[in-house]
């Protein structure tokens, strides 16, 4: 297994979740990092991104919610989540891929997924 992602559960509205996700050395190092998701019914979606430099976007859907961070010394990135909504129910996929200037992300190795339920 090249990418393990873990730390998903059922949390109430408003409370938060941290997913964390162990690449090998080489993936790792390699890449940018992401974190996707996808609610039944619905397609994948990127929900962040962070890169080798550490630069980093969000979906807005989750921004102001959600923090993305990579430990190089541990080959994990992690998924700080707050806040969380119903809404953020999905599964919840880790990524390696590649991020250049002015060009979208790019996935390329798949995690299984960690599956995030928020309800009452």
């Known amino acids: 297994v090249q990418l393990q992602a873990s730390g998903g559960g059922l949390v109430q509205p408003g409370g938060s979740l941290r997913l964390s996700c162990v690449a090998s050395g080489s993936i790792f190092s390699g890449n940018a990092m992401a974190w996707y998701r996808q609610a039944p019914g619905n397609e994948r979606e990127l929900v962040a991104y962070?890169?080798?430099?550490?630069?980093?976007d969000y979906a807005d859907s989750v921004k102001g919610r959600f923090a993305i961070s990579r430990d190089n010394t541990k080959n994990t990135v992690y998924l700080q989540m707050y806040g969380l909504k119903p809404e953020d129910t999905a599964v919840y996929y880790c990524?390696?891929?590649?991020?250049?200037?002015?060009?979208?992300?790019?996935?390329?190795?798949w995690g299984q997924g960690t599956l995030v339920t928020v309800s009452s």
């Open positions: 962070i890169t080798r430099d550490l630069t980093f």
């Open positions: 990524n390696a891929g590649i991020k250049d200037f002015g060009v979208p992300y790019r996935p390329q190795f």
